[in-house]
């Protein structure tokens, strides 16, 4: 059992997942903080809804689906230029964050359209027969009304940020991802590549508990 | 007081213009409890949509206290909305908020009352409907009645002078559709709020209502008092209505008629006269002799009635007809 682990260096392992945590909730922070109004956005634009703009829908829903489109390892490589201009630099947790936020935002702006999709439109009459304004029916109705679902779309797309983060290692983005392909995979050092797998399993499985908690709490059906 | 003058509205499906409303006049006066019926997709849910203007009018004037209701910008149309009650088929309650929050909806949204104020009013709401005990729950905790009554209680937080009900009893038992019923009735009396419902069972308008309008294809095919509309019906829309809240099939009763002899006549009381020992008086007066054939005696809101069908044998037949129309009922000569 010793010989197994005796690449492992536990303090390397622990900056490593330091970095994945930051790296994840930064990047978390910052596309719920874009990812939110773009969805409300493509609800209240979409077909028969409050704000019904075929023209703007359309094109909202276009950059959506190319930036979907786009695998996240290309992405990377592309956002380079722009994330040296936000940041100063391409490499560590803060050259991470810009293409994570580009590459899951687009995803969780259409889990969060979804979730309001699942509003009951009579909820929404409801509202607006009470006097509400467009701003108090989505503050005040279509938000709270969505809740669990978009706690849950908050969990996917946490989830798809932990693979994210590990391809983001590629390019020297630092973390758990990083340490596995050059250690585990680079240096042939499988005790590495197993002990980083098992982390990120760890990670994910308590985001899921986490978020699965958190839905069933704020759902009053 | 709401009126509609020429109102008509036009969807467009798939390009192509489908009406839901052909022009349309209607006057709902204060204080009644007016009541649409008709089938689904004849245009009643619509026409109580475009009085706060959930659906906007494709032309014509709606005119609600003098005011034209058409004519307001979106400001104006909130501030107007927070005197028009609304009650739903599905009640529409917040899932996510508890009884006492989904009633205190609408007072926060209008952001006029300090919160012990609205508080206050949500606890009296609440008391109203008989839900006092139930603030702290959540809608899903609640039966089908129970919600209707939340709905009504946040329908009448702002103190609206009309009440807008869409199908309100359609998705509840009967037991529990007569109390949110008579709830409706009582609110209208004592608040004296002027009451729109549209259904499809005559059996609601024969409860609660002062007036009625049946409608088909988009149009008003027939209004007046409900004991009018309701005991003399005119359209065959309404016809059909009437005879299946009685379950009567017309067509079988007058196959089963054709055994029996005599004269066949209809007979609709109404109010005082129902109770009156008329048909005892006049066979003994007039010698003829009268089988029941069917009959029903109810009530239509608070005035009772009575619809016999009698087959009338022997005596003098004449004298007793003339007798009847004397009196203070209807007579039909079926045969």
Known sequence: MDAFFVNIDWYEIWLATLDTLLMLGGSLLFTVVFGLPLGVLLFLTGPRQLFDNRPLYALLSFVVNVLRSLPFIILLIVMIPITVVLTGTSLGVAGAIPPLVVGTTPFFARLVETALREVDRGIIEATQAMGASTRQIIVSALLPEARPGIIAAVTVTAITLVSYTAMAGVVGAGGLGDLAIRFGYQRFQTDVMVVTVVLLLVLVQILQSVGDRLVVHFSRK | ?335
Do not use: W
């Open chain 2, 1 to 335: 007081m709401i009126e509609f003058q020429q109102v008509h509205k036009t969807y467009r499906v798939a390009g192509r213009d489908v009406p839901a409303l052909q022009p349309t006049d209607l006057v709902v006066e204060t204080g009644e409890v007016f009541g649409l019926i008709g089938h689904s997709g004849a245009g009643k849910s619509t026409l109580l949509r475009l009085i706060n203007r959930l659906e906007n009018p494709s032309g014509g004037r709606i005119r609600v206290d003098g005011e034209d209701v058409t004519a307001l910008d979106a400001d104006g149309l909130r501030a107007f909305r927070r005197r028009v009650g609304m009650i739903f088929q599905h009640f529409n309650l917040l899932s996510s908020r508890t009884v006492a929050d989904n009633v205190a909806l609408p007072l926060r949204l209008a952001g006029e009352l300090p919160a012990a104020d609205i508080n206050r009013r949500v606890d009296e709401l609440l008391r109203r409907v008989g839900l006092q005990d139930h603030a702290r729950k959540y809608p899903a905790q609640l039966s089908g009645g129970q919600k209707q009554r939340v709905g009504i209680a946040r329908a009448l937080a702002t103190d609206p002078k009309i009440l807008l009900c869409d199908e309100a009893t359609s998705a509840l038992d009967p037991q529990t559709t007569a109390q949110v019923l008579q709830l409706l009735a009582e609110i209208n009396r004592e608040l004296g709020l002027t009451i729109v419902l549209i259904t499809h069972e005559m059996d609601v308008i024969r409860r609660v209502c002062d007036r009625v309008a049946v409608m088909d294809a988009g149009r008003i095919v027939e209004q007046g008092a409900v004991a009018e509309v309701f005991l003399h019906p005119q359209h065959p829309t309404t016809r059909r209505f009437v005879l299946e809240d009685e379950a009567i099939d017309e067509g079988e009763l007058h196959e089963d008629f054709a055994q029996v002899p005599g004269r066949i006549l209809r007979l609709t009381f109404q109010g005082e006269a129902t109770y009156k020992p008329l048909l005892g008086t006049v066979a003994r007066e007039t010698g003829v002799d009268y089988s029941i054939l069917a009959g029903r005696i109810d009530r239509i809101k608070d005035t009772p009635y009575g619809q016999l069908t009698l087959a009338l044998t022997g005596g003098d037949l004449d004298a007793a007809l003339s007798r009847l129309q004397a009196a203070e009922v209807h007579v039909e000569v079926l045969r």
